[in-house]
Structure formats: C-alpha cells, structure tokens
C-alpha cells in the first residue's frame, strides 16, 4: 500500500524559511514523477512544483514560487523535500505530496498524480 506522509511544516515570519519533508512507504520513488501542492483556505488546490526522480531532469515551479521554493530528493531514503525560503504570507496552506500514478490521477505539469499524502499545515505570518 503506498503511503506518502509529509512533516515539517508549522509557522514561520514572513521571510523565513521551512523545509518540509515526504516519506514514501509501499512503493520506490525512483523513476517517478513526483509533485508538492498546496490548497489555501476557499481556494482549489494549486500546483507547486513538479519534479522527476531520475538523473538530470529539470524541475517545474509554479510562478508564484519560482526562485524562492526548491525541491531536491534523496532516493535512498524514498524522500523528497521542499525548501521553502523567503516566504510570504500568501504562501499560507496546507500542503501535500504526491507521486504520479501511470495512465490516471489528476493531470498537472505533464504528469497524472494518484497518490497523495495526508498534507501539513504551513502559516506564515506578516
């Protein structure tokens, strides 16, 4: 069964930085294609970064994250991670990971995405 679990959210100042953490359990992360989201209070979830697991692939950021989100990925520990630096208080929600499920799942960045995890809380505050 796969599981994807995040951690490493909380509060921050605006400015500040978080990193947060997903663990993937029942499945390898190598090879994918993996992707954070995130979904603020009233609003549909939004696209923040995609990625893929492999050597040498590009990831793709949101515009409202580019330059300041950075995803990496340690495929030994089947864990991917976002560093979330100079953060804004619109960057507030609650965000989740997912990894993409072949021929299914919802559709964002070029890949389906049918696994997700539970999401963690991020507040940033002014």
């Known amino acids: 069964q796969v599981e994807l679990v995040e951690s490493g959210g909380g509060s921050a100042q605006a400015g500040g930085t978080l990193r947060l953490s997903c663990v993937a359990s029942?499945?390898?992360?190598?090879?994918?294609?993996m992707a954070w989201f995130r979904q603020s209070e009233g609003k549909e979830r939004e696209g923040v970064a995609r990625?893929?697991?492999?050597?040498?692939?590009?990831?793709y950021y949101a515009d409202s994250v580019r330059g300041r989100f950075t995803v990496s990925r340690d495929n030994a520990k089947n864990t991917v991670y976002l560093q979330m630096d100079s953060l804004k208080p619109e960057d507030t929600a609650k965000y989740y990971c997912a990894l993409d499920q072949p021929y299914s799942g919802d559709m964002w960045a070029g890949c389906g995405f049918g696994f997700w995890g539970r999401g963690i809380q991020v507040v940033v505050s002014s």
């Open positions: 029942g499945v390898s992360i190598s090879n994918r294609c």
């Open positions: 990625f893929y697991t492999s050597e040498g692939s590009t990831p």
